[in-house]
């Protein structure tokens, strides 16, 4: 995953008519926290989060008043009518420690069983692994063409791509197929 760099503003807009304000100038509020540092309230660009997001792109520098720092897309609220961004929390990371994220599973392929009358069951949409920031997936392929009627796929049946790790139990049901 590429780590690209975001410029944000400091941000004093507290309120709700401020804050309303500063989304009408092209400006998404925002806070960073986590590694032993206070919370910062910041702004970034409408455009440039909207392009990122676009991207997929998890993790950032973020460049607030000429200083760099690593950052994680923690949580992001959107507004339900115009699907547009209302608020972002950046968590600070270390590049040199893997991080706790889920990733999305991605169901690939038609199962063998299906002929025989079956049908799969996704009992998970997303798995949590650990990996580096630097390396964390869009999305892990579940490839489920030979899963044959009575067969299921387990957490560690996953290829995993290099430097991702489970982080739940490996005997944990991704998908299966009833009899």
Same mark, same amino acid.
């Given at each position: ?9 400091p ?6 008519r401020?804050?309303? !304000? ?15 540092a ?6 970034? *660009? ?13 993790v ?8 760099? !720092? ?6 992001? !609220? ?12 950046f ?5 040199g ?16 069983? !299906? *002929? ?7 009992? /998970? ?19 489920? %063409? ?11 049946? #996953?290829? /995993?791509?290099? %430097?991702?790790? #489970?982080?739940? *139990? ?10």
């Amino acid at each position: 995953m590429e780590v690209t760099t975001i410029a944000a503003l400091p941000r004093e807009a507290t309120g709700k008519r401020q804050v309303q !304000q500063l989304r009408a100038e092209g400006y998404v509020p925002a806070v960073v926290y986590g590694r032993d540092a206070a919370a910062e309230s910041i702004q970034v *660009s409408a455009y440039e989060i909207e392009r990122e997001f676009s991207r997929h792109h998890r993790v950032f520098n973020l460049s607030v008043k000429g200083a760099e !720092q690593a950052v994680y897309l923690q949580d992001v !609220q959107w507004d339900v009518l115009t699907d547009e961004p209302l608020h972002i929390d950046f968590k600070r990371i270390d590049m040199g420690q893997p991080l706790p994220v889920e990733v999305e599973l991605v169901f690939v392929g038609i199962p063998k069983g !299906q *002929s025989k009358g079956g049908s799969l069951v996704r009992d /998970l949409r997303s798995i949590k692994v650990h990996a580096m920031p630097s390396a964390i997936p869009h999305d892990i392929e579940v490839k489920v %063409g030979g899963v044959d009627v009575g067969d299921v796929i387990r957490a560690k049946d #996953l290829k /995993l791509p290099e %430097g991702v790790t #489970l982080n739940c *139990s490996e005997s944990l049901v991704v998908a299966r197929m009833p009899e």
